[in-house]
């Protein structure tokens, strides 16, 4: 379940750890520098918050690993009675879906979305303005969101 933040967070501890592992030999030139062939580097395109838009036809699997990779930035959202609403954690099961990709329904204890392939258990939301809220806590405030189209 990592995501972009706790995948930054780990390699900035094991890169640092290398670094301190090999200061020594890089400062008494034991370790010597080597150009970056440009020719074979890969660029990345930027992200922008367009990213983070959630395409419920996709499956469940891509828009778990969309969602742990947009998190922090720029995030996870859909759109929900005009406003947007932030998917902050996620996971898919493998339950029947119910209705078109985007509605949103409950099995036991789950809030649900139905995706393009299998389905996706919302765990944390954050409703625009709003504080996050644990997926059931936000049913709780807010029972029409059940039966929505996302």
Not at 63 to 85: C, K, N, V, Y
Not at 113 to 135: E, M, N, P
Request: no cysteine.
């Amino acid at each position: 379940d990592e995501t972009a933040q706790t995948l930054h967070d780990r390699l900035a501890e094991l890169g640092g750890s290398l670094l301190a592992g090999h200061l020594e030999a890089i400062v008494s030139g034991e370790l010597v520098p080597q150009l970056q062939d440009d020719t074979l580097a890969t660029y990345a395109p930027r992200i922008d918050k367009a990213a983070g838009l959630i395409e419920w036809q996709r499956s469940a699997v891509e828009i778990d690993r969309q969602i742990r990779a947009m998190t922090p930035w720029p995030g996870a959202f859909t759109h929900w009675e005009g406003d947007s609403l932030r998917v902050l954690a996620a996971r898919p099961v493998e339950v029947d879906g119910r209705g078109p990709a985007g509605s949103v329904w409950q099995l036991d204890d789950q809030l649900l979305v139905q995706t393009g392939a299998g389905s996706l258990q919302l765990l944390d939301l954050q409703l625009a303005g709003k504080k996050a809220t644990a997926a059931a806590d936000f049913l709780r405030g807010r029972p029409h969101f059940l039966d929505a189209q996302l």
